[in-house]
């Protein structure tokens, strides 16, 4: 069973910047598409960034230049480097996972992004 486990959220001011990193066992991400979404209280969840099996990726137009996403196939994981963070990116940030063979999907448990004013 895929399994992801996401770190690196935290509290932090306006400007500032966060690393999450999400780490997968029993799938190799790089045969894996892999997004990060975020939910924010009261809102659906939406994705953030998603980098495809081929390396290509995409943003939302509300971090494009702020966040970078980006895979390390030797340790597994696939990160969101976030920088000049906004209040408005407070949310709870989630690591999901699409294998290319299968179809199948997988999220991980999340982890919460504070952005304070």
């Known amino acids: 069973q895929v399994q992801l486990v996401e770190s690196g959220g935290g509290l932090v001011q306006a400007g500032g910047s966060l690393r999450l990193s999400c780490a997968a066992s029993?799938?190799?991400?790089?045969?894996?598409?892999v997004g990060w979404y975020r939910q924010a209280p009261g809102k659906q969840r939406e994705l953030v960034a998603q980098?495809?099996?081929?390396?290509?990726?995409n943003y939302a137009n509300s971090v494009k230049g702020r966040f970078t996403i980006s895979r390390d196939n030797a340790k597994n994981t696939v990160s969101l480097q976030m920088h000049s963070l906004k209040p408005e990116d407070t949310a709870v940030y989630y690591c999901?996972?699409?294998?290319?063979?299968?179809?199948?999907?997988?999220w991980g448990q999340g982890t919460q992004v504070t952005v304070s004013s």
């Open positions: 999901n996972l699409r294998s290319v063979m299968d179809s199948r999907i997988t």
């Open positions: 029993r799938i190799a991400v790089g045969f894996a598409v």
């Open positions: 980098i495809g099996s081929d390396g290509s990726t």
